[in-house]
Each structure stands twice: as structure tokens, then as C-alpha cells.
């Protein structure tokens, strides 16, 4: 049986809280604009010469290409800056180079953040991230290897950045308000996966490719500097939380634990079926929004004939939509657990089953509408947008079964779909280099079928209660 917290009136738009919200809505937004912007920058960094065969270099690398497909030449890109004659191969590793880096630090970050404090764990890995953006530029004048080195580094910084995030949540967020304040926060991807797409080839054309890395890094830059002044690890250590709000939070956290851990039970972890429906929930949502991201120009100008670059609003569109529902998404989860209306884990299990069975009957409908063009923009609208739904249901559910290590648990989730977006940006570069028509329906039927047995598969076993391993154990003395 779920238990019901308290639900005392208390400030909620104007409190600290949710000031903390818009800062980590902030980081995520800088922290996405700064992995992206190499993807816009390249169109010009490298020799028109080299881009051709650029199609299958590497799994961000469609991006680039359809940019490149424009009937404009790259040269008004350029700005007078500097151009490299960087192979498809050698622009494959610098991509990929970030993932690779994001993986090493997901899990070890998330526990030494539950040890030293999530501040400063998060806020180093977005200061050196936003360092490294600056460093960019130099960095591709003394050689390729220093700019792979930097990626990977920067990839590292984001690891640490991302899951960081929940390490502070499970102390600062009340559980009837979890699904709102981790959705406003995580809704800054999307908008800058939006912003950094319509706004980089205007700073490129207009200021030379160095000044998206300049201006990103920077604003990377300002928003560490209101981290480190405004967010601390839990609200009894602020100064400026007020006594109202403090007292709200804490008593709706009092049957949680608060004590810091020495270690981690993770033979209890290995089998514990909710964690694995976790971990399961997540593959299938990322192999599916990982295609869209990064196949979505490509598939397109390919099977609509639009160029990409002279519709960024076109394009634009989905990351809008994501961003809008994840943030109602997270305001109607907290209305019905408020209201009463459902349990905690109807809830989850509902908005799961809305975020990985909507896209995925959107994702098989596709092929069978590609000749409208209406209709294919709708559907690939809707694809991104109804799967940030799963920001309230399982991707939010490790703050509920286990919110002492709610921050390691993240890490080891997000690396499960690090691996299925690897897995599934190769699988479809393969499939449509086959054939077009019937590669692209093969893509999308290949990842319904994955969406539908990570949705079985958290149904059956999911759950919202917190976990006995997770649980403090107290010593009573004699």
C-alpha cells in the first residue's frame, strides 16, 4: 500500500525549490547545447571536400550530412575561420568520442556524488564541461588528438553533470512533487536540443563556427556561477530557505533515510526485479528517442525532400514538444497524486505506458504515411513529445524505490540507454543503407517491438515502494 504524505498547503512556484528547478533546467539546457554544437559547428570546421561519404562515419554524424546536403555552399559557414581537412572516419571518433567519455563517469559519478555532496560533484562536471567548450576552438588548431582528448574529457563532465541530479532531488523533493520539479529541470535538454539547432548556423554564418563554442561555454560559465551561490546539497544547510518550506520538506522526507551510506548493496540490487524493470524501461526509451534525434534530419530530407537547414523551425518542433510535455507531464502526475486520485505506482505505470506505447504506434504508423507530408510531421511531432511522458512514470521511480542511492541508480539506468542508443543508431544505419523504403520500416517496427517489451516488462515488475535494502537501518543499543 502506497503511503499518502502530507499534503499541507505550502509556496510551491515562488519557493526554493523550484528556483533549484529552473537552475538545473538551466544546467541540462547548457549542458546539451555544449555536446550538440560540434554537430552544427563541423558543417563549416571541416573542408567541403571531405563530406560526402560523412553518412556513415559515426551515429551523430546524419546530422551533419543532411545540414551538409544544403544547396548552399558551406563556405558562407565559414566566416573566415578555420577549415580542416578532417576525414568522414576521423569526424566518426570525435563524435563519438563524448558518448564514450559519458559512460566511463554514470556510475562512479552517482556514488561519489552520494558521498561528497551532488554541489559540488555537479557543478565541477558542468564548470569543466563549459571550460572545455571554450577550449574547443584552440584545441582543433593544435591537432585532431586534442580535440578527440577534449571530447572524451567533456564527455566525462557531463557524466558527472547528469547524474548528480538526483542525489539532490531525493532530499529536496516531496514525493507528491517529485514528477513536477524533475520534469521542469529536465525539460532544459529538450530546449536546448531546440535552441542550439535553430540558433547555431545563424552564429556560425554570422560570427564565424568558433563563437558557438564561445557563447555556449560562456553561458555553461554564468550558470555555474548561480550553482555554486544558490544550491546546496539538502534544505536544512541554506541560508535562505524559509522556515515554512524547510519544515514542509523535511517532514514529507521523514520516513526516508537521510544518513549517508558507506556502501552499496549491490548483490541486493543485482536482484531486485523493480530495478531491472528500471534499467529495462529505460533501453527501450532511449532506443527509440535516440533514432529520432539523431536520424531525424536525415530521414526527412531523405523521405520528405525538405531541406533541413532552410526549415529549422520544421525541425525545431519535436524538441518544442518534448519540452511541453514533460513538463505538463510532471504537472498532471503531482495533480493526481495530490488529489488522491490514483497510487503512487498507477501513476508511474501509467504515464510508462502512455511514454513508450504512444511513440511507438506513432513510430509504426510512419511508414505507411510517408506520402503525406502533413501527416509524417505530425507523427514525428508527436513521437519525441509523448515520450518525455516517461519522465513522470520510470524514470523518475529510482527517487521512489531506493532514494539513498537514487543518484548511483540514475547513473547505471542512463548507461542502459547510452548502450541502446549505441545499439540502435548502428542497427539503423544498417538497416536503411540496405534499402530505403523497407530499411526505414524495419527501423520503426524494430523499435515498437523493443518498446513494447521494456513496457511489459516494467509493468509486471515495477513498483514505488522503497525497497527493503534501501531502507536505514537503525542500531538500537541495549
Given at each position: 500500500m502506497d503511503e499518502k504524505p502530507s499534503t499541507r498547503k505550502v509556496p510551491e512556484f515562488c519557493s526554493l525549490r523550484y528556483g533549484l528547478a529552473l537552475i538545473m533546467h538551466f544546467s541540462n539546457f547548457t549542458v546539451i547545447t555544449q555536446r550538440v554544437s560540434l554537430s552544427i559547428a563541423i558543417i563549416a570546421m571541416v573542408n567541403s571536400t571531405q563530406q560526402p561519404g560523412l553518412f556513415n562515419a559515426s551515429t551523430e554524424r546524419p546530422l551533419a550530412f543532411t545540414l551538409n546536403r544544403s544547396?548552399?555552399?558551406?563556405?558562407?559557414?565559414?566566416?573566415?575561420?578555420?577549415?580542416?581537412?578532417?576525414?568522414?572516419?576521423?569526424?566518426?571518433?570525435?563524435?563519438?568520442?563524448?558518448?564514450?567519455?559519458?559512460?566511463?563517469?554514470l556510475i562512479p559519478s552517482g556514488y561519489l556524488a552520494g558521498i561528497f555532496g551532488a554541489k559540488q560533484m555537479l557543478g565541477?562536471?558542468?564548470l569543466i564541461s563549459s571550460l572545455l567548450t571554450l577550449l574547443t576552438p584552440l584545441a582543433a588548431d593544435f591537432g585532431v588528438i586534442l580535440v578527440i582528448v577534449i571530447r572524451t574529457v567533456q564527455g566525462m563532465a557531463q557524466g558527472m553533470a547528469w547524474t548528480g541530479q538526483f542525489t539532490i532531488w531525493a532530499k529536496w523533493a516531496p514525493p507528491l512533487e517529485r514528477s513536477k520539479l524533475t520534469s521542469i529541470a529536465g525539460s532544459g535538454a529538450a530546449f536546448g536540443s531546440f535552441t542550439i539547432l535553430c540558433v547555431g548556423g545563424l552564429i556560425s554564418?554570422?560570427?564565424?563556427?568558433?563563437?558557438?563554442?564561445?557563447?555556449?561555454?560562456?553561458?555553461?560559465?554564468?550558470?555555474?556561477?548561480?550553482?555554486?551561490?544558490?544550491?546546496y546539497d539538502d534544505p536544512m544547510h541554506h541560508p535562505c530557505i524559509s522556515v515554512r518550506e524547510k519544515d514542509h520538506i523535511v517532514s514529507s522526507l521523514a520516513q526516508q533515510s537521510s544518513s549517508p551510506r558507506r556502501s552499496v548493496p549491490i548483490k541486493a540490487m543485482v536482484?531486485?526485479?523493480?530495478?531491472?524493470?528500471?534499467?529495462?524501461?529505460?533501453?527501450?526509451?532511449f532506443w527509440l528517442c535516440t533514432i529520432i534525434i539523431t536520424y531525424l534530419p536525415t530521414y526527412i530530407s531523405s523521405v520528405l525532400h525538405v531541406n533541413i537547414r532552410d526549415s529549422g523551425v520544421l525541425s525545431s518542433l519535436p524538441f518544442i514538444a518534448a519540452s511541453s510535455c514533460t513538463i505538463l507531464g510532471g504537472q498532471l502526475a503531482d495533480f493526481l497524486l495530490s488529489r488522491n486520485l490514483l497510487r503512487l505506482i498507477t501513476v508511474r505505470k501509467l504515464f510508462s505506458s502512455l511514454g513508450l506505447l504512444l511513440p511507438s504506434l506513432c513510430a509504426v504508423a510512419l511508414p505507411f504515411v510517408a506520402s503525406s507530408y502533413t501527416t509524417t510531421i505530425i507523427l514525428l511531432i508527436l513521437i519525441p513529445g509523448t515520450s518525455n511522458l516517461c519522465d513522470s512514470g520510470f524514470i523518475v521511480n529510482t527517487l521512489d524505490v531506493a532514494p539513498r542511492y537514487a543518484s548511483f541508480l540514475m547513473g547505471i539506468s542512463r548507461g542502459f540507454g547510452l548502450i541502446a542508443g549505441i545499439i540502435s543508431s548502428t542497427a539503423t544505419g544498417f538497416l536503411i543503407s540496405q534499402d530505403s523504403v523497407s530499411g526505414w520500416r524495419?527501423?520503426?517496427?524494430?523499435?515498437?517491438?523493443?518498446?513494447m517489451f521494456g513496457l511489459a516488462f516494467y509493468l509486471t515488475f515495477g513498483q514505488a515502494e522503497i525497497q527493503h535494502w534501501a531502507k536505514e537501518r537503525t542500531l538500537t543499543r541495549l
Open positions: 544547396n548552399r555552399s558551406t563556405k558562407e559557414f565559414n566566416s573566415g575561420a578555420s577549415v580542416y581537412e578532417w576525414s568522414p572516419e576521423t569526424q566518426g571518433i570525435i563524435f563519438s568520442s563524448i558518448s564514450y567519455g559519458i559512460i566511463l563517469t565541477a562536471g558542468l554564418q554570422a560570427l564565424g563556427w568558433p563563437f558557438i563554442f564561445y557563447i555556449f561555454g560562456s553561458i555553461g560559465c554564468v550558470c555555474c556561477l548561480l550553482w555554486f551561490m544558490v544550491i536482484r531486485c526485479l523493480p530495478l531491472w524493470a528500471i534499467f529495462t524501461g529505460f533501453f527501450s526509451h524495419n527501423v520503426f517496427f524494430l523499435a515498437a517491438a523493443v518498446n
